[in-house]
């Protein structure tokens, strides 16, 4: 998805959802989307839209541990911590750490 696409979605589900829920489910502040909106966000834009895409985007992407997956679940399993306890989590956490989605 391109950086013009994944502004139109930010923008879309702002007008279906209103940008207090957006920021909500993204994690961002309400002034953060809505200086992204505007043109005037001083953070890192490429990170935000990176978030909207894992969120409200449908990019499906191959899991070498999981299969087919959506960008949403490939982030939050690449998030999760190391725990040498759980064999399919050290395989996630290793192959998440080679990842060429890994932002």
């Known amino acids: 998805m391109t ?8 923008r879309s589900r702002c007008a279906d959802l209103g940008q207090a829920e957006v920021a909500r489910r993204l994690k961002y502040s309400p002034s953060a989307i809505n200086q992204a909106l505007k043109g005037t966000y001083k953070g890192d834009l490429f990170n935000l839209l990176t ?32 725990i040498t306890v759980n064999p399919a ?12 989605e890994k932002q």
């Open 3 to 10: 950086q013009p696409d994944r502004m139109e979605l930010l």
């Open 51 to 82: 978030r909207v895409e894992e969120v409200f985007g449908s990019t499906i992407v191959d899991c070498p541990c999981l299969g087919k997956i959506t960008l949403g679940k490939c982030a939050a399993n690449r998030r999760l911590p190391f």
């Open 89 to 100: 989590r050290v395989a996630l956490w290793t192959a998440c750490r080679a990842c060429e």
